[in-house]
């Protein structure tokens, strides 16, 4: 299986400030079609996980535009500029590339 | 885009069995591949199983093979998991995702499951 290992695991930061949070995969995401399958997930305090990004870089709909995923092969990264309130929650990395499909191990955003 | 709800939880024994649906509605159902992924209580998200859009292909996770089944009735627009030969450490939130590869677009709202005797 794909191991997905994120770092770090919990992620103080002070409003206004930007974070960052790294994803590494134990294989290369790149699919036989070409595509990378590496999404970021937010799930705020008693919620439905909710999708931010997809394909590495890929911003839903209705997500701000201070989330930004970037990365290739096995290194990936999500970052947060500005950071508010409304972004505390724990972030995930999930991976669609390979069965079975792997989630990261979730990183804690909090403010200082 | 659509909404996901999902049923069936509950309490139920080891050894038990438990039917989970998840409804689907606002989008064409039959088109999406769909998704299964849960939580244990203070735990991060761990993928189920997944089904296409015709119900000809299903993934499971190795732990689940052979006692979670997925199955999904377009004509209903209701993804379905069938879950087996419950174990304590089967306790958690069941979500269903609308797509598969790009980790679900949409999600549900959960539904609890608790094994324990």
């Known amino acids: 299986d794909v191991v997905m290992t994120q770092s770090p695991l919990s992620l103080p930061v002070t409003l206004g400030q930007s974070a960052s949070i790294s994803c590494r995969s134990s294989q290369s995401l790149v699919h036989s079609d070409g595509n990378t399958y590496l999404n970021w997930f937010q799930q705020r305090p008693g919620q439905s996980p909710r999708r931010l990004i997809y394909?590495?870089?890929n911003r839903d709909s209705g997500v701000p535009d201070r989330f930004s995923g970037s990365g290739s092969g096995t290194d990936f990264t999500l970052k947060i500029s500005r950071v508010e309130a409304d972004d505390v929650g724990v972030y995930y990395c999930?991976?669609?590339?390979?069965?079975?499909?792997?989630f990261g191990g979730g990183t804690k955003v909090e403010i200082k | 885009e659509g909404q996901l709800l999902e049923s069936g939880g509950g309490l139920v024994q080891p050894g038990g069995s438990l039917r989970l649906s998840c409804a689907a509605s606002?989008?064409?159902?039959?088109?999406?591949?769909m998704n299964w992924v849960r939580q244990a209580p203070g735990k991060g998200l761990e993928w189920v199983s997944a089904?296409?859009?015709?119900?000809?292909?299903?993934y499971y996770e190795d732990s689940m093979k052979g006692r979670f089944t997925i199955s999904r009735d377009n004509s209903k627009n209701t993804l379905y998991l069938q879950m087996n030969s419950l174990r304590a450490d089967d306790t958690a939130v069941y979500y269903c995702?609308?797509?598969?590869?790009?980790?679900?677009?949409?999600w549900g709202q959960g539904t609890t499951v608790t094994v324990s005797s």
């Open positions: 606002g989008f064409t159902f039959s088109s999406y591949a």
């Open positions: 089904i296409s859009g015709s119900a000809s292909t299903t």
């Open positions: 995702a609308k797509g598969v590869r790009e980790g679900g677009s949409v």
């Open positions: 999930m991976q669609g590339t390979h069965w079975p499909l792997t």
């Open positions: 394909r590495v870089s």
